[in-house]
């Protein structure tokens, strides 16, 4: 039966969820900047008119923006929100562009970091407070007890009875861990390390596609080799503060490296850009992990916010990764990109950030209607 999760829980769910990681983010920003003595002119929660705010100490304007989509931070002497130096403004003490190079790189990174260790701080905590999930008997869990009715392991040649080693050349501890390989996967061919009567073998395995849907009737398409494990049993081991930490860096980790294969798949036709969703989804999808409860909500969160850190870091003009991939071309060249050339390019990355907001709100807008 397919559950639904009420609208206005799309929208609170929303709003805890970008509200708070777009404002860490731009926090990152202002704080690395004032620590290495680049003064911020504003502090926006979203953009437009300002709706309330006040001026701090220290000359920077704090306020609240009537549309909630984002934010930012203006330093002093950018020409505008995006933070383009502007060319004819004088040289005086705190402002950005004046900033050594990798002063600039800092201030820039430091807003994609600040979510990438939230989610690694989410990450960690759970493993910390509820536990790690860890196979009772990992060899009992990696062997074959039986396989679907359509199999590509069993078509490839693999048997009941084969312990899985690795996929890949990539050891595999649980079972967890093939289905996180194999899911994104669907559609091609891995290489499966076998132990079969004390030998090792190594059979190249074609993942079948597979079509899924979630309890809210959301589909994805995910790659399945058709096997099923003797026993899949786990028990949660409680880490200390640094194992912790180090298995949410891990999980990161694994997270970044799938999205970085979701979107190479999408730039050469492995999968549809109908797969792409934009701010309607993450409301929908928002409001369903919020109806889940907080567990489930905060791994969300936890998910989102190195979404962010992703996109930021993409080498698009406008972009946090534009400003770093100009910055690499300054420190290449010994000088900076010219202000005409660097004006063109964040106008043609604007244009494309729109152009992507605007077809992934119509992939939305589709995905809701009835025959989407």
Do not use: C
């Amino acid at each position: 039966m397919i559950e639904s999760s009420p609208v206005w829980m799309w929208i609170v769910g929303f709003a805890l969820v970008l509200g708070p990681l777009v404002t860490l983010h731009e926090l990152g920003h202002l704080l690395v900047g004032r620590w290495l003595g680049v003064e911020a002119e504003a502090f926006s929660v979203g953009f437009g008119k300002e709706l309330a705010g006040f001026t701090d100490k220290r000359g920077t304007r704090w306020k609240l923006s009537a549309l909630p989509l984002g934010g930012y931070v203006q330093f002093r002497g950018d020409m505008n929100p995006a933070s383009i130096p502007d060319p004819g403004a004088p040289a005086e003490e705190g402002a950005f562009q004046n900033a050594s190079l990798w002063r600039r790189a800092l201030i820039v990174f430091a807003g994609p970091a600040m979510n990438i260790l939230i989610a690694v701080g989410i990450f960690a905590a759970f493993f910390m407070i509820v536990g790690r999930p860890v196979p009772v008997d990992p060899n009992a869990q990696l062997t074959i007890d039986s396989f679907t009715t359509e199999s590509a392991a069993r078509e490839a040649g693999l048997r009941i009875g084969d312990r899985l080693v690795s996929v890949d050349g990539q050891p595999l501890e649980s079972f967890s861990d093939l289905q996180r390989a194999v899911m994104i996967h669907p559609e091609e061919r891995m290489e499966l390390g076998i132990e079969r009567n004390g030998r090792q073998l190594t059979i190249p395995v074609t993942t079948m596609s597979t079509e899924v849907t979630d309890r809210f009737g959301n589909e994805s398409r995910i790659g399945m080799i058709g096997v099923a494990p003797k026993e899949v049993e786990y028990s949660y081991e409680r880490l200390g503060l640094f194992s912790g930490l180090g298995a949410g860096v891990d999980q990161s980790v694994q997270t970044f490296d799938m999205m970085v294969t979701g979107l190479k798949q999408i730039i050469f036709g492995q999968r549809s850009v109908q797969e792409l969703g934009g701010p309607i989804t993450i409301a929908k999808f928002s409001g369903e992990q919020l109806s889940l409860g907080p567990l489930a909500f905060i791994s969300f969160v936890a998910l989102i916010s190195l979404n962010l850190a992703f996109i930021n870091l993409l080498p698009i003009p406008a972009l946090d990764g534009g400003h770093l991939a100009f910055y690499a071309a300054e420190a290449i060249r010994r000088k900076p990109i010219g202000p005409r050339a660097m004006e063109m390019a964040y106008r043609t990355g604007v244009a494309l950030v729109l152009a992507l907001m605007l077809f992934v709100t119509i992939n939305d807008v589709v995905k809701l209607l009835p025959f989407g």
